[in-house]
Antibody, heavy 115, light 107 residues
Framework: EVQLVESGGGLVHPGESLRLSCVAS????????MGWVRQAPGKGLEWVAS????????KYVDSVKGRFTISRDNDKRSLYLQMSSLRAEDTAVYYC????????WGQGTTVTVSS | EIVMTQSPATLSVSPGERVTLSCRAS??????LAWCQQKPGQGPRLLIY???TRAAGVPARFSGSGSGTEFTLSISSLQSEDFAVYYC?????????FGGGTKVEIK
């Protein structure tokens, strides 16, 4: 079964860091773009970051540039999102997704930034 | 940034009716347009990519059309499991962007 499973979410204070992980099963990630999309409570979907299969390109939405870093380990079929200097507006469910047209989505992991 | 605009924001329909959702891009995205469905408490699910190609396992009652800046998602006969929020998303240009969504609710 093709599946993505995210982990690493939690409750943090503003300014703190968090690392999200996503593990793929049922397919190999080594030939495709992978990315992260988030959804704030009661809001729509917002693309956050994507990374090319070989790591040669990384793309970010402006609001997270300089604070978030996307990375991957193809051998471990894993995608990561290192988040630092977290803000209240980063509070959201974070989804891992396969390809740039978001062919497969995970179930999401919740990040709450609050004092 | 390409702005994606969906209309209407909410659609009230009865089961069995035909539904058409619209999505407009602020500039051409060619056919690099996807539609996804999200039900309450669940992650999104891809329905259509390439503007008109159904994703694996998606029922034939879902169809997509359009290119450039104007796109539509049609559901030929709405089933009870189709009541959800639908988003369009362009992947032709960075940053990837979504429309605000259309909520299809029971009339």
């Amino acid at each position: 079964e093709v599946q993505l499973v995210e982990s690493g979410g939690g409750l943090v204070h503003p300014g703190e860091s968090l690392r999200l992980s996503c593990v793929a099963s049922g397919f190999t990630i080594s030939h495709i773009w992978m990315g992260w999309v988030r959804q704030a409570p009661g809001k729509g979907l917002e693309w956050v970051a994507s990374m090319k299969n070989d790591g040669s390109e990384r793309k970010y939405v402006d609001s997270v540039k300089g604070r978030f870093t996307i990375s991957r380990d193809n051998d471990k079929r894993s995608l990561y999102l290192q988040m630092s200097s977290l803000r209240a507006e980063d509070t959201a469910v974070y989804y891992c997704a396969k390809t740039n047209y978001l062919e497969v989505w995970g179930q999401g992991t919740t990040v709450t930034v609050s004092s | 940034e390409i702005v994606m605009t969906q209309s209407p924001a909410t659609l009230s329909v009865s089961p069995g009716e035909r539904v058409t959702l619209s999505c407009r891009a602020s500039q051409s995205v060619s056919s690099e347009l996807a539609w996804c469905q999200q039900k309450p408490g669940q992650g999104p699910r891809l329905l259509i990519y390439g503007a008109s190609t159904r994703a694996a396992g998606v029922p034939a009652r879902f169809s997509g059309s359009g290119s450039g800046t104007e796109f539509t998602l049609s559901i030929s006969s709405l089933q009870s499991e189709d009541f959800a929020v639908y988003y369009c998303q362009q992947y032709d240009h960075w940053p990837l962007t979504f429309g605000g969504g259309t909520k299809v609710e029971i009339k």
